[in-house]
């Protein structure tokens, strides 16, 4: 980075995410936050430091409603101060609104969320002229110090938001309704229904603030700035059996399912049990985004259903590295990286490979039906991929899947950065907080890995089972199903290889003694009622006449004795 000062001025409508940028930024050496305004003011206050030389400004575009015209404000600002770069921050992905943008001259964009170091770079780049953007019509060769900028994100994610907004509008419906008939509640009804109207207001503002816009805006047509046309690949019809017309109806689901919590209640310890309940749907979240992009890897690199096979490996390889360098990249501390964050993923694949990531199944026949419409074959049955049973077979495919995925990216976090302070504040449920309960969950993972090692797998195998863990509402489940494993069973030798030949010989074994015992229990039962039962009785009945005739006699003596 250039050690050039610059003098910035921000524009941010959200009061809390304008502290928090004005703040992070200001700890930047090279950038000096002159000041943090609301969009109103934008204009007013940047008249009054337009003369500075280094001037940048970093503008975030929030939505398009209340009449807010995004292309208008920048267009005014270029026309008034046309020396003063422009950065844009923003969560909008509508391509034609970024193309609109960029040809009215805004210098760079980037998506709002990304790191201080990324953002101070990117105002450093255009204050000497380049431009940093991924979002053009037609190619551009980027300058070395470009960043990518991610791609839009997914479909599922703009329909989350729907129908979340959705389900609160119809909830704070019926609590108006309640309040209508203000005189039939009690005085503590009113004050619960009150509070249930504030926690839904608030959580309608946070959906609406932090899950993405879906906009479309027509820019208008002027000499001065036509409207960009969109590359005429991007125009084209999409193919019948492909991806993006398949992939919604499954992992939207699964994506549904993520938004109401993730609940361990398999009976079974969990590495992401140690994290807070929103970290566990961050990370899914981030897991489900990286599988897309790879389905669309896959799509582009036209790979074929026969090479997926020699793909697998790879394919999931980088699912864990790219979920887990997402998800660290927003919580490592600084001070923890004096091993890079790949270097240290890259230290941690292979022993994630043998104990984790190679045992994870269907990766293959998940990819096929996301990428080739193929059929899913359910106790040798085949389904059409569009039917219900072919789309809940797939369903705990990809659940199980992105289980294990979050779970390696906490066995990281647990052996690289457990005792992390800071992570521990932001990440850990506060029951983990102590050095102790750390130790105890890592004990209890490590003592479960090898009981499923060389107990719990080779039973699997040996019934031709495989245990997936699925989401049941919020809640993590684990089911069985079946599948053969001849193949795996062949393979296994020594220890494992004996609890098969263990449970074999239990199998053969059991019945017969059972029966054995079955016998002789019969046969004890028996003795003792039928033998030694009677032979009891008799002699309590020869005791009980013995005391009778011993009473009679008393009896009839004292008789005499009168007489």
């Known amino acids: 980075m250039s050690d050039r000062s610059l003098d910035l001025l921000l524009v941010e409508d959200d009061p809390v995410f304008r502290l928090g940028l004005a703040t992070a930024l200001a700890t930047v050496a090279e950038v000096t936050v002159l000041d943090a305004v609301e969009t109103e003011n934008a204009l007013s206050r940047l008249s009054e430091v337009a003369q500075r030389d280094h001037l940048v400004m970093a503008v975030e575009v929030l939505s398009t409603q209340d009449g807010f015209d995004p292309l208008s404000f920048i267009q005014d600002i270029r026309e008034q101060y046309p020396d003063v770069p422009i950065l844009l921050l923003t969560a909008l992905q509508d391509r034609r609104l970024l193309l609109a943008l960029q040809a009215s001259g805004v ?74 008939q203000e005189e039939q509640l009690t005085t ?51 193919p019948e059996n492909s991806a993006i017309v398949r992939q919604p109806s499954v992992v939207e689901e699964v994506l549904n399912k993520v938004h109401f919590g993730v609940d361990n209640k398999t009976g079974v310890r969990m590495e992401f049990d140690i994290l807070q309940p929103d970290k566990r749907q961050e990370l899914l979240y981030l897991a489900v985004q990286q599988w897309e992009k790879i389905i669309e890897e896959l799509q582009f690199l036209q790979v074929t259903e026969g090479e997926l096979d020699a793909q697998k490996m790879l394919i999931v390889r980088e699912l864990w590295q790219n979920t887990t360098l997402e998800f660290l990249r927003k919580y490592c501390p600084p001070s923890e990286e004096s091993v890079s964050l790949v270097d240290r993923v890259i230290r941690n694949t292979a022993s994630l490979d043998e104990t984790r990531l190679q045992k994870i199944p269907f990766v293959v026949d998940l990819c096929a ?56 504040y932001i990440l850990y449920e506060r029951q983990f907080l102590s050095s102790r309960e750390i130790a105890r969950l890592r004990n209890d993972l490590s003592w479960q890995y090898r009981q499923n090692q060389y107990f719990g797998e080779p039973k699997a195998i040996f019934e031709s089972q495989y245990r997936l863990f699925i989401l049941v509402g919020n809640q993590v489940r684990m089911t069985k199903i079946y599948a053969p494993r001849l193949e795996e069973l062949e393979q296994l030798t020594g220890l494992r290889w004996g609890v098969t030949i263990a449970l074999e010989f239990r199998d053969a074994i059991a019945p017969r003694l059972r029966a054995i015992i079955s016998f002789a229990g019969s046969g004890v039962v028996y003795i003792l009622t039928q033998v030694i039962g009677r032979a009891i009785g008799l002699i309590g009945q020869g005791v009980v006449q013995g005391l009778g005739n011993t009473v009679q006699e008393t009896r009839y003596r004292r008789k005499q004795n009168r007489n």
């Open 107 to 180: 210098a760079a964009y980037l998506p709002k969320g990304s790191s201080i170091d990324a953002i101070a770079s990117t105002l450093q780049q255009i204050a000497t002229g380049e431009t940093v953007w991924q979002f053009s019509g037609t190619p551009q060769t980027p300058s070395p110090g470009s960043l990518n900028v991610p791609k839009p994100p997914p479909r599922w994610l703009y329909n989350l938001r729907r129908l979340g907004l959705a389900q609160i509008r119809e909830s704070l419906q019926e609590i108006e309704q309640k309040f209508d």
């Open 188 to 238: 503590l009804d009113w004050v619960f229904w009150k509070g249930r109207q504030r926690e839904l207001k608030a959580a309608q503002w946070l959906v609406d603030q932090l899950l993405p816009v879906e906009v479309v805006l027509t820019p208008p047509d002027s000499p001065q700035s036509p409207p960009p046309q969109l590359p005429e690949n991007e125009a084209s019809e999409v």
């Open 369 to 424: 039906y996301f990428l080739f419409a193929s059929p899913v074959k359910i106790d040798n049955i085949p389904y059409p991929y569009d039917s219900p049973e072919a789309k809940k077979r797939v369903m705990f495919w990809l659940e199980h899947l992105l289980l294990n995925i979050a779970n390696g990216s906490v066995q990281l976090i647990l052996n690289e950065f457990a005792e992390a302070e800071q992570l521990k």
